[in-house]
């Protein structure tokens, strides 16, 4: 009974975190826009108030096959973190069974107090977000390498969906940077469908 | 052809319903948070041969909106809470020359120059007074970007028809959030004002709008000219309901508030708990007969009304139940602002409770 329950009613809440300038908000409203393109009823609420480059910054957005009522959660079911301030204020929130996808770059577990019973009944995904943006040439964009690495577990919307969405954020003066951040997309969900399939094997 | 759905914030939808609405002059100081609202107007407004103009205070926009509205354009600006105080002799004066216009409160926290994050604490300067004198505003309060697009369009037509000022009153939750809104062409009447409007008195006989009435007899008349009127907008009242019987708890909230109350409700209701909602979307006239009608209906014992402010219209909802019901007031001032897992836990309390305490 539960399991068609389930079926029934989709409901993504992701809460995005880190530093103003990690492209936190940009992301959200990525995958707002991507979700809406989609079929989802989408909301997407930034925080909002006197935030600048190096402050931290997060943004609310739920994907839903029903009405939204709430824009805001305080139990999130996802989350993606960009830096350790932010995992230190959201992992608490994070649902219990809840799936965080965490920079392993900035997020030292060493440098976590209490870390075992901070992450108790949670799932944690480390992902090297900085070496991958690196990598590709785009260290800018580590927001993009997160995205793609959720969109592989969730399964959210095919790739042109995305295309579509990217295409209207940058506008036409950016337009030029799509390649690059659909690059980056593609590295954190090709790197997700790697681990993916070396769990499998194993 | 299907309508075009676009991501947008609550307060941009506020814009493209203004432009829908068929605003032609836009007058406005900058404040967080709704800059949007300028930005978009000064890019839009001029192609379409309508004019932008930012003042140089809040003082001047309202009374440039005044003047636009003298000679009959369709007119609005915007502020946010501290904005709005400044404007409020202008409203007063709009009210007492029975000048059409639109204006947008999107509030913040007060009082003073209090914060930048969503309030609900001008409800009261909003519906009771918006100036000085009997004056009131219509004030619809939208809870999505898709009621802020329909009916900012709808109040440029009610203002012409009541020739009143008509207030959207909004927040910095809506404002700021993004949800899809859908396009669609309104239905927007256009009203002559050729009967009142300044336009130039060639081939007519001049006219005057003034709102100082020496002679005491004539002000009262005016007055009470203008109390029919706020009476005949009671025809504009829209709210919205859901409780179909059984129900032992009512829920009452508008605008953010309401969205966050009502994931809490639909959360509630879900796992079989008793619990209704009501949520006013015309704030004045207040919807008092259907709140009454359908507590003393459903044989509702217990309302609460949650708002994001010190407790403003819990005064409200007590006049219209006239003592039916023990009425409880949840008031969260800014900043913080409840989850929805907050205000779940608030209702099961009080729906397990016998007693708590009366307003």
């Known amino acids: 009974m539960s399991r068609i329950m389930k079926k029934k009613s989709m409901k993504y809440e992701i809460i995005f975190s880190g530093f103003g300038g990690q492209g936190v908000l940009f992301v959200g409203n990525l995958i707002a826009l991507a979700g809406m393109y989609q079929g989802f009823n989408v909301s997407f609420l930034p925080v909002y108030g ?41 992992i608490p929130r994070l649902k219990r069974g809840g799936l965080a996808l965490v920079n392993k ?16 009944n949670k799932k944690i995904l480390w992902l090297p977000l900085n070496t991958w943006a690196e990598a590709i040439g785009m260290p800018l964009a580590l927001n993009l390498c997160a995205l793609g690495a959720l969109n592989k577990l969730l399964g959210l919307f095919p790739e042109e969906i995305l295309i579509k969405a990217l295409r209207e954020m940058l506008g036409k003066e950016k337009l030029p940077l799509l390649e690059a951040n659909l690059k980056a997309y593609r590295k954190g969900f090709e790197e997700v469908e790697a681990y993916e399939s070396s769990l499998t094997k194993s | 052809m299907r309508n075009k759905r676009v991501l947008v914030k609550g307060v941009e939808a506020v814009a493209l319903g203004a432009l829908e609405g068929g605003c032609e002059c836009y007058f406005g100081y900058p404040i967080t948070p709704q800059n949007e609202i300028p930005e978009i107007m000064s890019v839009e407004l001029p192609p379409r041969g309508g004019v ?74 909003a519906v009771k007074a918006p100036g000085h004198g009997d004056g009131k505003f219509l004030v619809f309060a939208p809870y999505s970007c898709q009621e802020a697009y329909e009916l900012t369009a709808k109040a440029f037509e009610l203002a012409d028809k009541y020739r009143n000022p ?42 005057v709008i003034r709102s100082l009435f020496l002679d005491s007899a004539e002000l009262a008349k005016r007055n009470l000219t203008l109390l029919r009127k706020y009476q005949k907008m009671e025809r504009e009242i829209r709210f919205e309901k859901m409780a179909e019987g ?54 509702i014992k217990k309302i609460i009304v949650f708002e994001l402010n010190c407790g403003q219209m819990v005064e409200d909802v007590a006049l219209s139940l006239k003592g039916m019901g023990k009425l409880i007031s949840k008031s969260y001032p800014p900043s913080v602002i409840p989850f929805p897992e907050d205000l779940e836990r608030e209702i099961k309390k009080c729906l397990n409770s016998s007693d708590f305490p009366r307003v």
Not at chain 1, 63 to 85: M, Q, R, T
Not at chain 2, 189 to 197: N, P, Q, R, T, Y
């Open chain 2, 166 to 207: 008509v207030m959207i009153l909004s927040d910095a939750i809506l404002g700021q959030m993004k949800e899809p809104l859908e396009l669609k062409p309104l239905k927007i009447k256009k009203i002559s004002k050729e009967g009142w409007a300044l336009t130039g008195a060639k081939n007519r006989p001049a006219r």
């Open chain 1, 105 to 120: 770059d900035l997020v030292k577990v060493e440098e976590i107090e209490h870390y075992e019973t901070l992450c108790a």
């Open chain 1, 50 to 90: 006197p935030e600048m480059r190096g402050g931290t910054c997060h943004c609310t957005v739920l994907l839903s096959d029903k009405e939204i009522a709430s824009p805001l959660v305080y139990e999130p079911g996802y989350l993606v973190i960009f830096n350790l301030p932010s995992f230190l204020k959201f």
């Open chain 2, 246 to 299: 059984g129900e032992k708890v009512l829920v009452v909230a508008f605008g953010s508030m309401a969205r966050i109350c009502k994931e809490a409700v639909l959360n509630l209701r879900a796992k079989g708990y008793e619990v209704g909602f009501f949520r006013p979307i015309t704030l004045f006239p207040y919807p008092k007969k259907a709140l009454a009608e359908l507590v003393s209906s459903q044989k």
């Open chain 2, 52 to 125: 932008f103009l930012q003042a140089e205070s809040e003082t001047s926009a309202i009374n440039m909106v005044l003047g636009a509205s003298a000679v009959g354009t369709r007119v609005m600006t915007s502020s946010s809470s501290p904005g709005i105080s400044l404007m409020s002799e202008g409203f007063s004066y709009l009210i007492a020359l029975e000048l059409p216009c639109v204006i947008v409160n999107v509030m913040r926290g007060g009082p003073g120059l209090g914060g930048i994050e969503a309030s609900q604490g001008d409800y009261f300067q």
